[in-house]
């Protein structure tokens, strides 16, 4: 019989194991390559100290020469003081590749996170399914699958691609609120390069087909990040924009700072260009709009004539989405309206208010975009924005034109709130447009005054038609306001709206699954 002390050295003995649980070979490549330990990425990205390990005596069925922990760690911990679970692949077992108690895993640190409503993080470095257990390898990535739809819209998911993941191993974090890759290690992908060339004889770097950069540009992935330390910090921060889960509110950072308006502030009188054509950077207005001059995008790679991101009023979490005149003159077309769309859901499942900043000329027009769907591809902006019950504030600051001036947050779409620069331009399209549709057979009767008769009827249009005031006029702007008020005017309005009760309310939270 062992004495209490043989058993606590068997389970320290056993632990040591769990610790050192891939092969001598694969961890002494791993360190080679300077890459960190499962159990170190998870302390990188966690408060220190803070993580407690579950499951790590776990092994896969089938041999007790097995591994420890089936090439996962789990387990739960803190990232401000406010709790997290996470999982994070060892690719020194198995490659990190999914098998039955490594899906179990997974599957019981998740159902923790719906149990205590806390944000899921993964740390994703994995082989993809694990061959040698055939069907029981798929079975847990449909059953991981299930556990993201009832954690999707209680509480944030988010995920960090450290490596190769494909097939199922690309699909599930895909299916995450937030995915983040490192450059020039992350590669996510259905089939790689080497296996597509055999199938299709299709030759395509790794790079090209499923880079991080790649997968910025195709939507899928949210964050590009040079190192792990860059994407973990990225990480901690976009927490720190977010609830704990969609019943409580966003962490409260420095509220009341700067009350009055200021030397930044009064910068925006003078900031848009004289002429309507003219591009700028929406970024320079974005930093002058909120707190501390902080704004963190999400997206940035993907339809970039729409910027979508988190920021702070009044030292509270917002939403903002804005048009990028450097882009496409900011105009929405597919990838854009599906990118704003599903940056709404998310707001709106954890009652964050959106800010919704406008320059935007319309629909981008053409057979491309006709024929790829934009009609009802856009309606899903149409639809978000209607269904989003936090308070909406929307500030108009130049062109708001046809469908683009009501899905970028139109009071007659439901937003609380709406302001409109001086500069603002709000029609059904701009001048150059209507003067020829309405006025074409005045200009060619003009013969050789057409030139100048044309920019008549431009400048009137300008000047007494595309203004605020028609707007403001039928209460459709709320109120014309200096652009050195903007920052100061969104606190007064989100303050307002702090208590507000949805009219309406669908008849079930959405889950934030990319919607086909």
């Not at 792990?228 to 609830?243: H, I, K, Q, S």
């Not at 005054?449 to 459709?476: H, K, S």
Request: glycine share 10%; with cysteine; aromatic share 8%.
């Amino acid at each position: 019989m062992k004495t209490t002390a043989d058993k606590l050295a068997e389970l320290r003995h056993k632990l040591d194991l769990a610790d050192n649980a891939g092969s001598v070979k694969a961890i002494a490549k791993r360190k080679s390559l300077g890459l960190p330990t499962p159990r170190e990425r998870i302390d990188m990205i966690l408060d220190r100290g803070s993580f407690v390990e579950y499951g790590a005596l776990v092994k896969a069925v089938g041999s007790p020469d097995y591994a420890y922990g089936d090439g996962v760690v789990t387990g739960r911990g803190t990232v401000e003081g406010r709790p997290v679970v996470v999982y994070s692949h060892d690719q020194t077992v198995f490659g990190g590749s999914l098998g039955e108690m490594f899906g179990r895993k997974v599957c019981a640190i998740m159902e923790l996170a719906v149990k205590i409503g806390c944000p899921l993080i993964g740390i994703n470095d994995s082989g993809g399914a694990r061959v040698q257990e055939s069907v029981n390898s798929l079975a847990f990535y449909a059953e991981i699958g299930k556990r993201q739809a009832m954690i999707s819209g209680l509480a944030p998911q988010i995920s960090i691609m450290l490596g190769k993941c494909a097939g199922g191993a690309a699909y599930s974090p895909a299916c995450t609120d937030f995915v983040v890759a490192v450059e020039d290690q992350a590669y996510m992908f259905v089939t790689g390069p080497e296996i597509l060339e055999s199938v299709t004889g299709e030759k395509i770097s790794i790079e090209d087909l499923g880079g991080a950069r790649a997968q910025a540009s195709y939507g899928t992935v949210h964050h590009v990040a040079k190192t792990e330390t860059d994407a973990f910090e990225w990480v901690r921060t976009l927490l720190g924009y977010l609830p704990t889960n969609c019943h409580e509110d966003t962490p409260l950072v420095n509220p009341g700072i700067e009350p009055t308006v200021t030397d930044s502030d009064r910068g925006l009188n003078t900031f848009l260009p004289d002429s309507d054509n003219a591009a700028y950077d929406m970024h320079d207005v974005l930093i002058r709009l909120f707190d501390d001059g902080e704004f963190h995008e999400v997206s940035s790679e993907y339809a970039p004539n729409v910027i979508t991101g988190f920021s702070r009023v009044d030292g509270r979490t917002v939403g903002v989405m804005a048009n990028q005149p450097l882009y496409l003159s900011g105009a929405l077309d597919i990838k854009s309206s599906e990118k704003a769309a599903r940056f709404l859901l998310i707001c709106d499942a954890y009652n964050i208010p959106i800010i919704s900043v406008v320059d935007i000329p319309g629909y981008l027009p053409g057979l491309e975009q006709e024929s790829g769907g934009v009609i009802y591809r856009g309606a899903k902006l149409l639809a978000a924005i209607i269904e989003a019950t936090v308070p909406k504030v929307t500030v108009v600051i130049r062109k708001a034109y046809g469908g683009g001036y009501a899905v970028m947050g139109s009071k007659n779409l439901g937003a609380d709130i709406n302001f409109a620069w001086p500069t603002a331009r709000i029609a059904v399209m701009g001048a150059e447009g209507a003067v020829a549709l309405l006025k074409k057979r005045e200009i060619e009767a003009a013969g050789d005054r057409g030139p100048e008769v044309r920019q008549g009827f431009i400048d009137f249009y300008n000047e007494f038609i595309a203004t605020p005031y028609m707007a403001a006029e039928r209460g459709f702007i709320d109120a014309v306001i200096e652009p050195a008020d903007t920052r100061l005017e969104l606190r007064r309005a989100l303050r307002l709206l702090r208590d507000k009760e949805p009219q309406y309310v669908p008849p079930r939270r959405r889950s934030l699954l990319r919607p086909v």
